[in-house]
């Protein structure tokens, strides 16, 4: 633990990264190709430079098992599990808020009783997790995993703190915007996705590398959600509303609750 | 039709949030029918990834998708199809479960599987497929088109206890990785 600011040795001013994140999202915009995805390819952040493929994906005719996904349900999770406020001696420090959402395939048909997982910093920016190494505190009441499933339209819904921000090491004064991490199932194989959703407004949006691997503004926008007064509840949280669109999904509605 | 949620990297810090008690055992270790399914999770330099994580999803001995609950919560009789591990510090994964039959007669058995990494902004997808049945692996509609260098890479190899199957992100061996069109 320190109690003074990092030496930052050897890394990259913000003012490189940020020009790079400039040109890449000009290039973008010049070829005139919709992105809804992360480039894999993209140099602003560092650690992918070893980890993206050189070449493209290969496409393919999903075979039977990948027309479907695992099958999740109350055995696997308890309803508890969705409120990361709990399960300690007391109350965690930070924001109260209500994160929720619907989740539906391409077509808009609700993804039902499926898993969705998160897991977050604290209030201060700190991950229970060895390799954090962020000199802020630990809070001993929040652990910040969670779990739920869908219910019959979609549906999903935490209570949990509000993340903080934090440092990391891609370049000089590097800071992740606040988020929270979501692991998503659908009804098929392809369906699944792993992503963060932000918080409206982040100073800290346009210096971000990894949500600006995103390179058009309007997919972007998908990861960040919305302060919902209704979700607020009186004198309690305040709430936040995400959406998630889960692609692909191309068998249909009445085949769903099919056997194989 | 809806634009799909875009993915973003699992970063560093999945594993409180991910990992759970027998998530890599589909099967208990050792029990009938039980074989390995292992390998590394490697980057454009060869060196092992410590941060990645590997889920697998396949067909049970009949061939058919499970359609059973508890894969979080294992019981050691319900076979799931349904598995996840984190790498360790060299980037290795391994799994416990049982061989997929194929699922259609004479078709190639694969387990598919998903591969997420901090330095990878969405997930990849991939197939490991069984290498014993010669025939089918030449009629497999995916298999027939790649060159021989390309194909290898989709191939498990016989190990030990079971199957290896490594899984190159990037370079000269790098791992056929698939789209499925939708997206």
């Not at chain 1, 440092?167 to 199932?185: C, D, E, G, K, Q």
């Not at chain 2, 990297?9 to 594993?15: A, D, L």
């Not at chain 2, 060196?47 to 979080?72: H, T």
Request: some cysteine; glycine content about 10%; proline content about 9%.
């Amino acid at each position: 633990m320190s109690s003074s600011p990092a030496p930052a040795l050897g890394l990259e001013p913000q003012s490189a990264i940020s020009a790079e994140i400039v040109a890449i999202e000009a290039d973008s915009q010049h070829a005139g190709a919709e992105e809804n995805q992360p480039r894999l390819d993209y140099p602003p952040y560092r650690s992918s430079r070893l980890r993206h493929p050189h070449r493209a994906p290969r496409t393919v005719d999903p075979e039977t098992i990948e027309l479907w996904a695992p099958c999740f349900g109350a055995r696997d999770v308890d309803p508890l599990d969705a409120d990361l406020t709990i399960g300690h001696a007391g109350e965690p420090i930070g924001e109260r808020i209500i994160v929720a959402g619907r989740i539906t395939d391409s077509a808009g048909r609700p993804v039902r009783g499926q898993l969705v997982e998160i897991w977050q910093a604290n209030a201060a920016g700190r991950y229970v997790h060895l390799r954090d190494q962020h000199p802020a505190p630990l809070d001993p009441n929040f652990t910040g995993a969670g779990r739920c499933l869908t219910d019959g339209d979609g549906q999903y819904r935490f209570q949990t703190i509000k993340p903080g921000p934090y440092p990391w090491r891609n370049h000089r004064n590097a800071w992740r915007p606040a988020h929270i991490h979501f692991s998503l199932f659908g009804t098929e194989f392809s369906q699944r996705l792993v992503t963060q959703m932000y918080f409206p407004g982040d100073p800290l949006f346009r210096l971000d590398p990894i949500f600006q691997s995103i390179t058009d503004a309007k997919a972007r926008e998908r990861l960040v959600a919305a302060y919902d007064h209704d979700l607020t509840s009186h004198e309690w949280a305040t709430g936040y509303r995400w959406d998630i669109v889960l692609g692909g999904g191309r068998r249909t509605p009445l085949n769903t609750e099919e056997t194989p | 039709m809806t634009t799909p949620t875009p993915g973003q990297t699992v970063g560093p810090f999945f594993h409180y949030g991910l990992a759970y008690a027998g998530d890599n055992d589909l099967v208990p270790p050792g029990s009938t029918g039980a074989v390995e399914l292992s390998g590394r999770v490697l980057d454009g330099a060869g060196n092992g990834l410590q941060d990645a994580l590997v889920e697998i999803w396949q067909a049970g001995p009949d061939g058919r998708p499970p359609r059973q609950q508890g894969s979080l919560r294992r019981d050691g009789w319900t076979f799931t199809g349904f598995g996840r591990t984190a790498t360790s510090r060299d980037g290795r994964y391994v799994f416990s479960t049982l061989l997929p039959g194929p699922t259609r007669p004479g078709s190639a058995s694969f387990i598919a599987v998903t591969v997420f990494a901090r330095g990878l902004l969405d997930r990849l997808f991939t197939r490991a497929y069984l290498p014993d049945d010669a025939a089918a692996l030449d009629g497999d509609p995916l298999l027939s088109t790649l060159p021989a260098e390309r194909r290898r890479t989709l191939i498990a190899t016989r190990g030990e206890r079971g199957y290896v199957f490594d899984i190159r992100l990037q370079g000269a061996d790098e791992t056929v990785f698939l789209d499925f069109a939708a997206r």
